[in-house]
């Protein structure tokens, strides 16, 4: 038997090379999902909407990724045996798929840590305006979030070749919108923050403090940048810092 002849023959290599790419693919999944362990991702991504929607369907994120860059190694091994063995006629396609897979990959990962940052950016700012007690604020952590996941398709969409441009215009006047109709929907919040700005470097009051703000009296219990608490016997108010110049502002002295 000719060995030489039996080892080049194109169906063998192609077959070498789709066990060996089945190898490298599950070692590559392995390492990564160690990495991303190891740096402490899955902590990171911990109660986001993506990472309870993987966990309800018996995953992870950090599985999804893993096995994600695992698929990729095997798709090339799987093309690259394709071609090998010239099972079709097809080369020129063949050789764009290949160079598509790395630039469909990326573009899959922007999408899952797109939606991951979305997620913990609105957490983050649902957290940070938390005791502001206006109904305008409440849509705000919802803007950031998909204004994140916006920008995360435009990235997604550019990395496989799609024509971006009249989405970036699009972006450019959606800011512009958020601008306009911000400083409108907005005023009173902004007032207020304006209003606490000043309060917070002038201190006309401050905690412990017995005041009046309009019909509301009792002693500062907390002054931010957006309300001042106070709170009396029985009940605690929360101002926004707006209504201190609005209103009649008295401090009351023992």
């Known amino acids: 038997m000719d060995w030489q002849a039996l080892i080049d023959e194109p169906a063998v ?5 789709l066990a060996l790419g089945i190898v490298v693919g599950y070692l590559v999944g392995r390492l990564n999902k160690e990495l991303l362990s190891a740096s402490g991702v899955p902590d990171a991504v911990e109660g986001t909407p993506f990472e309870r929607t993987a966990q309800s369907i018996g995953t992870s994120s950090v599985e999804i990724v893993a096995r994600l860059s695992s698929w990729f190694i095997y798709g090339i091994a799987v093309l690259t045996a394709i071609h090998i063995a010239q099972l079709l006629d097809t080369e020129a396609f063949w050789i764009r798929v290949v160079e598509f897979i790395p630039q469909v990959f990326i573009a899959v990962l922007v999408l899952i840590f797109g939606f991951i940052v979305a997620d913990k950016a609105e957490l ?5 305006l938390r005791g502001v007690k206006l109904p305008e604020v409440s849509i705000i952590p919802k803007v950031v979030k998909y204004s994140v996941l916006y920008v995360a398709f435009l990235i997604a969409l550019g990395q496989i070749g799609v024509y971006v441009a009249p989405l970036l215009i699009l972006l450019a006047v959606y800011a512009v919108g958020i601008v306009i109709v911000g400083a409108v929907v907005f005023k009173d ?3 207020s923050s304006a209003a606490g700005i000043y309060l917070l470097l002038n201190q006309p009051y401050g905690i412990g403090d017995q005041i009046r703000i309009g019909e509301q009296s009792g002693i500062v219990q907390e002054v931010d940048l957006f309300v001042t608490k106070i709170e009396d ?3 605690e108010y929360i101002i926004p810092n707006r209504k201190v110049f609005e209103d009649e502002l008295v401090r009351v002295r023992d």
């Open 124 to 128: 983050a700012v649902s957290e940070y």
């Open 189 to 191: 919040f902004l007032i």
């Open 13 to 17: 290599i192609a077959a070498a090379v």
């Open 233 to 235: 016997d029985s009940e």
